[in-house]
């Protein structure tokens, strides 16, 4: 038992520092599980609303395959393909120009933009002041 107090009195900064580090990996696991376990709530809620916006009403889940029941074990507002219609996909609107138009419209009118007024910036101009000398 001696040898170890003299070895704490001799190391006391070394181990001081080893249970501050301690702490504060503690620390930061315990957020890290706070914030997951926030995120989690979150996803769940966003899936409850988007099943209900999807199917109109909550409808208990019916899967036979393994890797559904997994799923659904995992959150009880896990969405499987099943459970929507497919999204019809509607045909392109050629009312407009089309984006690369757009797009190169509004690089060409960036490009021919002046860079600058020709005037210095204020902050030049307070610099000058400063380091120009008095009465000049």
């Known amino acids: 038992m001696n040898e170890f107090s003299t070895w704490m009195q001799t190391n006391w900064y070394a181990l001081g520092n080893?249970?501050?580090?301690?702490?504060f990996l503690t620390a930061a696991i315990?957020?890290?599980?706070?914030v997951l376990r926030t995120m989690r709530a979150s996803q769940e809620q966003i899936g409850a609303l988007l099943k209900l916006s999807m199917t109109g009403a909550l409808t208990e889940r019916h899967s036979t395959t393994a890797a559904e029941r997994s799923f659904a074990t995992a959150s009880p507002y896990w969405l499987t393909p099943q459970e929507f219609p497919p999204a019809l996909l509607s045909e392109p609107i050629e009312s407009g120009p089309s984006?690369?138009?757009?797009v190169l419209h509004s690089?060409?009118?960036?490009?021919?933009?002046?860079?600058?007024t020709g005037d210095a910036a204020p902050w030049r101009k307070a610099i000058k002041w400063l380091?120009?000398?008095a009465r000049s």
Do not use: E, I
């Open 107 to 116: 690089v060409t009118a960036w490009l021919q933009t002046p860079m600058s």
């Open 30 to 34: 315990w957020f890290a599980r706070d």
């Open 18 to 23: 080893l249970l501050l580090q301690a702490s």
């Open 131 to 133: 380091q120009a000398p």
């Open 99 to 102: 984006r690369w138009v757009v």
